[in-house]
């Protein structure tokens, strides 16, 4: 077995972080790496991701980027933690093995908790107990919930209350009866967000490019099935990505009818510069890390074992932050997304402040 730090500091998307280390594992086959961003407000908690990068360099532009990300939405949701992320080179439907996540259990032990991991694209609940038979630093394994350790339906929970936060403040409408929303993505978080919005009185349109997640949602919830291609162009109030990154990119947005986009995705936009012709049209962004990390807040208190009612209470209080990024935002006529970075940043920048309880207090 391997370990060792990297200096990455000829890399773009390289942003001072704290340490970056490249894991091998001969025996089980494992090529990982671990990116620890900033510790200022907690251990870095953030998933482990498991895909088939087509080289090295992109898997370490991906650990760099998403473990930065980390750090921004745990700041803004007021968590004592700090951002991490952790790549696994390899097809997750091929290449895992007990041996390789046992492996991988090691590696992240050996950083004495400065990070700690949890299930993510490729990976899951059972790769979690696996690493967790060699270290303590694993989260989202213990259930506060029925949801079975799946942070989804609670990232759901706190896109809807997100959602509904935006369209009071740039609707004026105070419930979403009759709203009209527009599902992009009915995977396990559009799915129960979509729920939701029927349970509320929402008019909901989605699209999937798998055709069995729209049959579901059509069949359980009566929603509206739209084209995949149209989606994002339907004359609804909210446009809500809830599928892959660059969902408003130079392709779609002068079609956008919306006039409030709040969906769970990662990255929605191409580029902060089409943030900016969001607030120039007039149409409300909901900043993505803001709105979707009711996740990280349940897996959170996964590992410090509260409940689910501090999980819901920690949830609705994101809308508060989201209420003072939409005020900062018209009052300074800048974008969503230009005040959410730097409302987190300032809050990561300072030594802990956070309400939350703190990880060494975790059991
Ligand atoms: P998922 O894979 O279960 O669902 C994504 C769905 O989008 C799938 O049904 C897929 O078929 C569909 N899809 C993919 N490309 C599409 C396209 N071009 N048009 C329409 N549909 C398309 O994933 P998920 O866990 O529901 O996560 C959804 C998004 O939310 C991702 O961007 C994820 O990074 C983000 N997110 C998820 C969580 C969580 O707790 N799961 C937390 C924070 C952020």
């Known amino acids: 077995m391997e370990i060792r730090s990297l200096d990455l500091g000829a890399y773009a998307d390289f942003d001072a972080h704290e340490r970056v280390v490249e894991c091998r594992d001969g025996a089980s086959g494992l090529h990982a790496l671990i990116a620890i961003h900033n510790t200022n ?63 991988m259990g ?16 490729g990976t899951s609940v059972p790769d979690m107990q696996v690493i967790r038979e060699r270290t303590a630093h694993a989260a989202g394994i213990s259930a506060v919930s029925e949801h079975g ?55 909901v349109h989605v699209a999937d490019i798998h055709a069995g997640n729209v049959d579901r949602a059509v069949d359980d919830l009566g929603v509206t099935a739209v084209p995949v291609d149209q989606v994002h162009a339907l004359d609804v109030d909210v446009f809500s990505p809830c599928a892959m990154g660059g969902a408003i990119n130079d392709q779609t947005l002068p079609g956008l009818r919306a006039k409030v986009v709040a969906g769970a995705a990662n990255n929605q936009l191409a580029s902060a510069g089409h943030g900016d012709e969001l607030h120039r049209r007039g149409i409300l962004y909901v900043p993505d890390y803001a709105v979707n990390a009711g996740g990280i ?30 005020r900062r935002a018209r009052e300074e006529n800048r974008s969503t997304c230009r005040v959410a970075d730097e409302l987190a940043e300032e809050r990561f920048s300072r030594p802990n402040s956070s309400p939350a309880p703190s990880l060494s207090e975790a059991g």
């Not at 007021?78 to 046992?102: C, T, W, Y």
């Not at 959170?300 to 939409?326: M, W």
Request: aromatic share 8%.
């Open 297 to 326: 807040i349940d897996i959170y208190y996964q590992h410090c074992g509260g409940n689910y009612d501090d999980v819901r209470q920690h949830v609705e209080s994101t809308a508060d932050t989201l209420l003072e990024v939409f």
């Open 149 to 203: 350790g799946d942070p989804s339906p609670t990232t759901a929970f706190g896109t809807f209350i997100g959602l509904r936060k935006a369209v009071d403040f740039h609707l004026g409408r105070r419930d979403l009866a009759g709203v009209r929303v527009a599902v992009q993505g009915v995977g396990n978080v559009g799915y129960h967000l979509a729920r939701q919005l029927v349970e509320a009185g929402a008019e």
């Open 41 to 103: 407000l907690g251990p870095a908690l953030g998933g482990c991701r498991m895909w088939p990068y087509a080289d090295r360099e992109e898997a370490v532009r991906d650990v760099l980027r998403l473990s930065r990300g980390m750090t921004y939405k745990s700041a803004l949701a007021r968590l004592a933690l700090g951002g991490g992320k952790a790549v696994i080179i390899g097809n997750p439907h091929q290449d895992k093995s007990r041996e390789m996540f046992l492996a």
């Open 106 to 121: 090691k590696f992240i032990d050996a950083l004495g908790g400065e990070y700690i991991t949890a299930e993510d694209s």
